[in-house]
């Protein structure tokens, strides 16, 4: 009995982490953009100018940020 109510939660913790996975996320059309290896959480953390990082599911790319709104 023991086990099997730890199996069960064990394969509900399992299930959670596997939808919370980055590259799942990234996979369903997201990005993560980074500046200097940290993410860019707001418009305030980037100026004109800056280089940024964005990530996609199959690859990066760098880029410049050429207007702030």
């Known amino acids: 009995m023991?086990?099997?109510?730890?199996?069960?939660?064990l394969l509900a913790?399992?299930?959670t982490l596997i939808q919370l996975d980055p590259?799942?996320?990234?996979?369903?059309?997201y990005s993560l953009i980074t500046k200097e290896e940290?993410?860019?959480?707001?418009?305030?953390?980037?100026?004109i100018g800056d280089s940024v990082?964005?990530?996609f599911y199959?690859?990066?790319v760098k880029a410049e940020v050429l207007n702030v709104n």
Request: avoid cysteine; charge should be positive; proline fraction near 0%.
């Open 23 to 29: 590259n799942r996320v990234l996979r369903r059309g």
């Open 53 to 55: 990082n964005i990530k």
């Open 13 to 15: 913790m399992k299930r």
């Open 2 to 9: 023991f086990f099997k109510e730890n199996e069960a939660r």
């Open 38 to 47: 940290k993410a860019i959480k707001s418009v305030a953390d980037v100026t």
């Open 58 to 60: 199959d690859g990066v």
